[in-house]
């Protein structure tokens, strides 16, 4: 089916929106009805456009027919939403995903030799272009996991000379860069680390059309460790990137903003604490609905202090 039957939007038009007129629009993960609820209930209540993004590993997880029944069932057809495969590693897991009726697809061939990246990347947007779907490529490398697929322990800063070529070889409507962002909980060594504002600065000036994005910009909002911690969790020294940095990155043309591990430490913090303070409760629908809840509020939070996509609709 194509995207536009579920009344979902096309991804590129969001983020040509958003670079022009210099906010960002958020690329929320989900894998479940709870998770997809939660950034839909934030997306209403601001007004915001945002991006829905399926891992390959949340895709399996759900399993194709329950994902897309999901989306058929969302009550979304006023806002702008769209739906979109997060680190497709594969020609033929971006084709499937396109052909689910996905309005967006991101092929990571960053862990490739340049040629192959390019040569796939090249591919999936022929085939994505065809039916008017959008497609985010990536030139860097991040540090960190990125899914069972994915992980890295080094971190490859996107090389500024490359990015005219590489957008011109594959014809990307987006791209993806490193600039010292890293997947996950644990993303800085120090708390004074900066991100590469000059790297960044070099690329929007090389190819000042092309919306560029930031994966692994979580901020770990300290609360969240906290309360998993007091309430029986395990979480130690994890910081993210401050808000503050990731709104400099949006005012340098960074247009989509991924964010996972921030909607992972509220939805588990508030089933921690709920089940923590209510030891009789064994109703999944009580600690997930506080779950959702805490969730929705930390995705109305980044949309308000860090996005700036509010009421742009
Ligand atoms: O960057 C990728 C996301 O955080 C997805 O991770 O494969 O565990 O769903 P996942
Ligand atoms: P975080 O782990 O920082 O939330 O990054 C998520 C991401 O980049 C998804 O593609
Ligand atoms: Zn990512």
Request: aromatic letters at 8%; a neutral charge.
């Amino acid at each position: 089916m194509h995207y536009s039957e579920f009344g979902l939007s096309n991804t590129k038009t969001l983020l040509t929106r958003a670079l022009r007129d210099g906010y960002a629009v958020p690329a929320f993960n989900f894998y479940n009805m709870e998770t997809l609820n939660a950034i839909l209930a934030a997306a209403e209540i601001t007004q915001s456009p945002v991006i829905l993004a399926v891992s390959e590993s949340a895709l399996e997880y759900m399993g194709d027919d329950i994902l897309m029944g999901l989306i058929r069932g969302a009550q979304y057809k006023k806002n702008s939403i769209a739906l979109h495969l997060d680190h497709g590693h594969s020609f033929e897991s971006c084709k499937h995903a396109i052909d689910l009726g996905f309005s967006s697809v991101m092929f990571d061939g960053s862990a490739l030799p340049l040629n192959d990246n390019i040569k796939i990347s090249r591919r999936v947007s022929d085939y994505a272009h065809r039916f008017d779907v959008s497609v985010e490529t990536e030139l860097g490398q991040l540090r960190g996991t990125e899914d069972k697929n994915t992980k890295s322990d080094s971190n490859i800063f996107t090389n500024p000379n490359m990015v005219q070529d590489f957008v011109k070889q594959t014809q990307t409507d987006s791209l993806a860069i490193a600039i010292g962002t890293s997947h996950g909980a644990y993303k800085r060594k120090n708390k004074n680390e900066s991100l590469r504002f000059d790297i960044l600065e070099r690329i929007a000036k090389n190819i000042p059309n092309t919306p560029l994005v930031l994966h692994g910009a979580s901020s770990i909002p300290q609360k969240y460790i906290k309360d998993i911690d007091k309430f029986g969790g395990d979480i130690k020294n994890a910081y993210g990137i401050s808000p503050a940095q990731i709104r400099r990155a949006i005012s340098m043309h960074i247009t989509k903003v991924n964010i996972d591990s921030d909607s992972r430490l509220a939805f588990t913090s508030a089933v921690r604490k709920t089940l923590y303070q209510n030891r009789a409760v064994f109703d999944p629908r009580i600690y997930l609905s506080t779950a959702t809840n805490e969730m929705t509020k930390n995705c109305i939070a980044e949309i308000q202090n860090i996005m700036g996509s509010g009421y742009k609709i």
